[in-house]
C-alpha cells in the first residue's frame, strides 16, 4: 500500500512540475513582451481585427521597407492559417519558427520581427528584416599610405569580413563568431586560414573571449585590453590596424585577426615588437627603401626614448662628457635659466603632450592650427622669456617628431609615456640611472609574450629566418617561409624557381 502512496505521490509531483513549467514559459513570454512596450521603440499590433497574428518588433532597428513588402501582405493573404503556412508563403528566406523566450528576446533585439498567433504562446515566427545602416568604406585614416589600397574598415562587422574574404576568396578562411558582453550582446569574429593558421592559438584566442566577463564590448580596444598576456604592461600585445589589405597579409602568414561589430579596427595576432615599426605601405616599396625607412623608424625610437633623458643625465652629471665646441653654445643657452635641466626638461615635454591632446580632441582643421601656432609661439616665448634652452627646446621637439614616426597608434602613445622614468632615473643617477631604466624595460619585454608567444621574436629568442622580415624588407623571392613565432604547420609558403632571380624574356 505504501508502493502505491508513494507512487501516486511521485505521479502528482511531476503533474504539478510540468504545469508550472508550461506556465512558467508562457508567463516569461507574457513577460517579455510586457518589459519590451515599456520601450517608446518597440511596436506591437494585430494586423486587422480578423487577423491572428501579432507583430512585434523594435522600429529603430527593423527595416521597414522589408516589413511592407515582404511580411504584411502575406499575412493578409494567409489570415485564416498557420504559423507553418505563413513561413512558407512569405518570400524571405531567414525565418524560422521558435519556441525558446531567450532565443526570440536575442531576434527581437537584434533586428527581428515576431509573430504569434493570438491565443497561442508557445511558439513565435521570426523573421529577419535588419535595418542595415552603415556608412561607406572610406580612405584609412591612421595608417594612410600614398601608395597601395585606399580601403578602410568600418563599423559593419559583415562588411569588414566582405572586405577580407574579396582579398582571400578562398574556403579555408574560417570565421567563428562570438558574442560577449552581458549587456552590449557584441558580436565578435575570430578570423584564420584552416591548415595554415596553429590550432593552439585559435584555441587560445576563443577561451580568452570566451571567459570575458565584462558587460560592455564597444570596441576592439576593450579586447585588447582584456586578454592581453600581461595587463600591468604599457606596451600592447596585439596590433590595431583598420586597413584589411594588411589583415588579408597577416592572416596568410599563419596569424589570427579579431574583428568586432562597432569598430573601424581589426586586432592581429600573435604578434612581436618588431612588427609595430613595420609599416604595410613598406610592401609597396623596393625593398631598399622600404628597409632604410625602417631602420630610421627603429632609430627615431631610440632617439625619441633617450635623447631628453641624456641631455639631463649629461648635463646633472657627466658635463665633463662634453665636446669643447658645444660647450660653450650649451652654456650661452642655459645661461639665465632658473631651472634645473629635469624641471626645464619636464616643463617642455607636458607642453607638448598638451598640444598634442588639444591637438587631438579639437576637430582636424582647428587642431592641425592649434599645433602649429602653439607650438611656434610657446617655444619660442618660452626661450625669450629665459625659461628654457633653445638647445633642450630642439631636442624635445625632435624626440616629439620622431615618437610619430611609428605605424601603430598605440605604440606611439607607449613611446611617449616610458620617456618619463627615463627622464626621472636620469636626474637620480645620471647615466647609471638610464641604463638601469633600459634593462629594467628590456628584461620586461623579454618576460612579455603575445598569445603565449615570445613578443622579442625573432630577436630573443634568435630566429635567423624570420630577421628577413622584421628589421629588414627583403625581397619577397626570399620570404619562402612563414614566421616561426605563429607555428604554423605549413612554414613553407613558397618555393622559389631558379631563375626567379633573373628574370626570362620571352625569348628565352
Not at 281 to 291: C, Q, R, V
Not at 339 to 346: G, M
Not at 461 to 484: I, W
Amino acid at each position: 500500500m505504501g508502493f502505491f502512496k508513494s507512487k501516486l505521490k511521485r505521479f502528482n509531483r511531476d503533474n504539478k512540475q510540468k504545469k508550472n513549467g508550461n506556465t512558467e514559459h508562457e508567463l516569461r513570454i507574457d513577460e517579455l513582451l510586457h518589459r519590451c512596450k515599456e520601450s517608446a521603440d518597440f511596436v506591437s499590433y494585430r494586423y486587422s481585427e480578423s487577423s491572428p497574428f501579432y507583430i512585434h518588433y523594435y522600429q529603430t532597428i527593423v527595416d521597414i521597407n522589408i516589413l511592407h513588402q515582404y511580411v504584411l501582405p502575406y499575412i493578409k493573404e494567409n489570415e485564416s492559417k498557420s504559423l507553418f503556412d505563413l513561413q512558407q508563403a512569405i518570400p524571405i528566406d531567414n525565418t524560422e519558427i521558435i519556441d525558446n523566450v531567450h532565443e526570440i528576446r536575442d531576434k527581437l533585439l537584434t533586428g527581428c520581427v515576431v509573430i504569434e498567433v493570438k491565443g497561442s504562446l508557445q511558439e513565435a515566427l521570426v523573421i529577419s528584416a535588419v535595418s542595415l545602416e552603415k556608412r561607406p568604406v572610406s580612405m584609412p585614416e591612421v595608417e594612410y599610405s600614398v601608395v597601395g589600397p585606399k580601403e578602410a574598415f568600418v563599423e559593419s562587422i559583415d562588411a569588414n569580413i566582405n572586405l577580407v574574404r574579396k582579398r582571400l576568396p578562398i574556403p579555408d578562411l574560417i570565421v567563428e563568431e562570438v558574442k560577449i558582453g552581458s549587456l552590449t550582446k557584441t558580436r565578435v569574429a575570430v578570423l584564420y586560414i584552416e591548415g595554415i593558421t596553429d590550432k593552439e592559438n585559435v584555441n587560445t584566442i576563443l577561451q580568452r573571449l570566451n571567459e570575458i566577463q565584462f558587460d560592455q564590448i564597444v570596441d576592439s580596444s576593450f579586447i585588447n585590453q582584456i586578454i592581453s598576456d600581461n595587463h600591468n604592461s604599457p606596451f600592447p600585445h596585439l596590433i590595431d590596424t583598420e586597413r584589411p589589405d594588411r589583415v588579408a597579409s597577416v592572416l596568410s602568414e599563419g596569424k589570427i585577426t579579431i574583428i568586432v561589430d562597432g569598430s573601424p579596427h581589426a586586432l592581429t595576432g600573435p604578434t612581436t615588437l618588431v612588427e609595430f615599426f613595420s609599416a604595410f605601405e613598406d610592401y609597396f616599396l623596393s625593398w631598399h627603401i622600404a628597409s632604410i625607412f625602417r631602420l630610421v623608424r627603429l632609430f627615431a625610437v631610440f632617439f625619441s626614448v633617450l635623447s631628453t633623458s641624456l641631455y639631463v643625465a649629461v648635463l646633472t652629471y657627466h658635463y665633463e662628457m662634453i665636446p669643447e665646441n658645444l660647450l660653450n653654445p650649451l652654456i650661452a643657452s642655459r645661461s639665465g635659466i632658473p631651472f634645473p635641466p629635469i624641471l626645464e626638461a619636464i616643463i617642455l615635454e607636458l607642453t607638448i603632450e598638451l598640444l598634442r591632446e588639444a591637438g587631438a580632441r579639437l576637430p582636424t582643421k582647428i587642431g592641425q592650427t592649434i599645433g602649429i601656432v602653439g607650438g611656434i609661439v610657446i617655444g619660442t616665448a618660452a626661450v625669450q622669456a629665459g625659461l628654457t634652452s633653445n638647445v633642450l627646446l630642439i631636442i624635445v621637439a625632435l624626440a616629439a617628431l620622431a615618437s610619430f614616426t611609428t605605424p601603430v597608434y598605440q605604440m606611439g602613445n607607449t613611446i611617449r609615456l616610458i620617456r618619463f622614468p627615463f627622464l626621472i632615473t636620469a636626474q637620480l643617477w645620471g647615466l647609471l640611472g638610464v641604463t638601469f631604466c633600459f634593462s629594467y624595460i628590456l628584461s620586461h619585454l623579454l618576460k612579455m609574450t603575445s598569445l603565449g608567444r615570445p613578443y622579442l621574436a625573432p630577436v630573443y629568442p634568435l630566429r635567423l629566418d624570420d630577421l628577413r622580415d622584421s628589421l629588414f624588407r627583403l625581397p619577397f623571392f626570399m620570404q619562402t617561409k612563414r614566421p616561426l613565432q605563429v607555428r604554423s604547420p605549413v612554414r613553407t609558403r613558397f618555393r622559389p624557381k631558379k631563375h626567379e632571380k633573373s628574370k626570362r624574356d620571352i625569348e628565352d
